[in-house]
């Protein structure tokens, strides 16, 4: 008769379970798809006009602090440069708009943009790590900014207005409800995406080059193509995100490639929690809305916002979902101490 450690082990070896939780555990991807679904149906119910408008715009840079966590939470690489790729995919929808192509067409080109634009720049800048790596992001996403000035193509000062939505399948994008679900629809198919990389080995040996380069080369990880790979993954969403975004706002201007649009979205990925698949999103949905709110009912949201960063680096270092390990930890102390 084998004993409960024998089975148990033999259930561990087969893949097989008793764990009741374990029996239970919802798959990740349908807990995605279920949370973008619940969203989409409350979110007209309880938006209208402005507020709706608004609640498509955190939508939008849920994507993008999707996008940049793939470097900060899984690789470990702080880009001060996300902005140019979300930039990148903004104006591409700006330069298409007269040629009147499908909405749909407007993204892929922008992913594409984003994706090589970001290769390119991570093929040049692969030699270089850490802090110089930073640093030179942030002079590439200047530089671009600055280019939009010089080239009056690119309109200046003014950027790109008079972005039209378009329709998709016969149906207008003019009407906030329309546009909302038509986002949820893109953001939502992309987010089960993440998740499935996340999952997968390519997000396991990203968290490997995060954790430590040496052991992950050991390993037999190429590191510098893992980085590689990573970099234009996030330059791709980032280019949807900001097609997204020019579609909604009707106008790409320099204002989005700046570096303080770059530094928002890593405040983003640090409200909620780096190491989380849910914390960026949270964080900025958390972070639109405050700004919102703030500017709305102060002439300095700036001091707000860094009064705020300051508690949860200090507080919580982990991000705000960082609170669930840290409370299981206390009850599980408690409770040994009490038995």
């Known amino acids: 008769m084998t004993t409960q450690l024998e089975q148990r082990g033999q259930n561990l ?15 990740a991807t349908l807990e995605v798809a279920a949370v973008w679904i619940v969203v989409g149906v409350i979110g007209p119910g309880l938006f209208t006009g402005s507020t709706l408008f608004l609640a498509t715009t955190a939508l939008i840079f849920v994507l993008f602090a999707m996008s940049t966590n793939v470097l900060l939470g899984w690789t470990g690489i702080t880009s001060f440069g996300q902005a140019a790729f979300f930039g990148a995919g903004a104006y591409t929808v700006g330069l298409l708009a007269p040629i009147a192509l499908p909405p749909l067409i407007q993204l892929f080109v922008g992913a594409a943009v984003g994706a090589i634009l970001a290769m390119i720049f991570s093929l040049v800048a692969n030699r270089v790590t850490g802090v110089e790596f930073a640093m030179l992001t942030l002079v590439f996403g200047e530089s671009i900014s600055l280019l939009l000035y010089r080239i009056p193509a690119l309109g200046g000062e003014s950027g790109l207005p008079g972005i039209p939505r378009g329709a998709i399948f016969g149906t207008s994008l003019f009407s906030d409800k329309t546009f909302w679900w038509y986002a949820i629809a893109i953001t939502g198919v992309l987010a089960i995406v993440i998740r499935r990389l996340r999952g997968s080995t390519f997000g396991a040996s990203l968290t490997a080059v995060r954790d430590n380069p040496l052991r992950a080369s050991a390993l037999g990880i190429n590191v510098k193509l893992s980085r590689i790979v990573a970099f234009t993954v996030a330059g791709l969403l980032a280019g949807v995100a900001g097609a997204l975004y020019a579609q909604l706002q009707g106008i790409a201007s320099p204002d989005i490639m700046s570096w303080t649009v770059s530094g928002e979205v890593i ?22 809305v405050a700004n919102w709110a703030l500017s709305n009912s102060t002439s300095s949201p700036e001091l707000y916002f860094g009064l705020g960063l300051l508690v949860i680096v200090l507080v919580l270092p982990e991000g705000l979902l960082g609170l669930v390990p840290m409370i299981s930890k206390r009850m599980t102390r408690r409770q040994k101490v009490l038995s």
């Open 13 to 27: 070896a087969t893949g097989k379970t008793t764990s009741a939780k374990a029996r239970w555990r919802i798959p």
């Open 267 to 288: 405040i983003m990925c640090l409200i909620g929690g780096m190491h989380t698949y849910w914390g960026p999103a949270i964080g900025a949905v958390i972070f639109t």
